[in-house]
Structures are given as C-alpha cells and as structure tokens.
C-alpha cells in the first residue's frame, strides 16, 4: 500500500505558476501508475494529467501545454508544474497511485487562481 500527501497549493494571480508535489510513503512507488485530478465547486472530480511507470504522460485538453507531470522515482515523488494558470483552474487538486485493482488518494491540496 501506499500512503500520498499533496503540497504546493495556494493562492496565484492569472498567469502566475504553481509547482504542487505528491509525495508518497510505503513501498514500490516505481510500479504505481501516478494522477493528477481536480475538483472545482460544484463539479465532478477530473483527470488533469497521468504519467506511467515508464514516464509516459497524458493530459486533459484544458491544460495542455500549459501543465507538465512528472515523477522522481528516488524521492517517492510526483509533481504537477502549473503555468499560465487561469481562474477557470482554481479547484482542490488531488494525487492519485494506481497498480492493478488498487488505488490511493491524497487528501488534496487548494489552488486558487484570482487576481
């Protein structure tokens, strides 16, 4: 199992950027397939960006380009660097580790984007 604490949230101005990190504690970070997704008032939890074992990555229209997923193996962390963030980005953005059948959540981490 796998234990994820979100970090890196706060509060930005349009245009502004943000680096949020997931880090992970327990065993076999490596396997787990790593997620972002956010949840604004209001609306359904959404996939923001993934990144698989072997570093491939994926991205929800709306922030391509804009974000960029990662992950450090060696330090149990994954990271969502955040740029050109706009209001429509504001939401609790949480970390998810998935492995077969099995996933976990981070308890999320605000991002307020508001001039």
């Known amino acids: 199992q796998v234990q994820l604490v979100e970090s890196g949230g706060g509060l930005v101005q349009p245009g502004g950027s943000l680096k949020l990190s997931c880090a992970a504690s327990?065993?076999?970070?490596?396997?787990?397939?790593m997620a972002w997704y956010r949840q604004a008032p209001g609306k359904q939890r959404e996939l923001v960006a993934g990144?698989?074992?072997?570093?491939?990555?994926n991205y929800a229209d709306s922030v391509k380009g804009r974000f960029t997923i990662s992950r450090d193996n060696a330090k149990n962390t994954a990271y969502l660097q955040m740029n050109s963030l706009k209001p429509e980005d504001t939401a609790v953005y949480y970390c998810?580790?998935?492995?077969?059948?099995?996933?976990?959540w981070g308890q999320g981490t605000q991002v307020t984007v508001s001039s």
């Open positions: 990144i698989s074992t072997t570093g491939r990555t």
């Open positions: 998810k580790a998935a492995l077969y059948l099995y996933d976990a």
């Open positions: 327990g065993s076999s970070f490596s396997a787990y397939t």
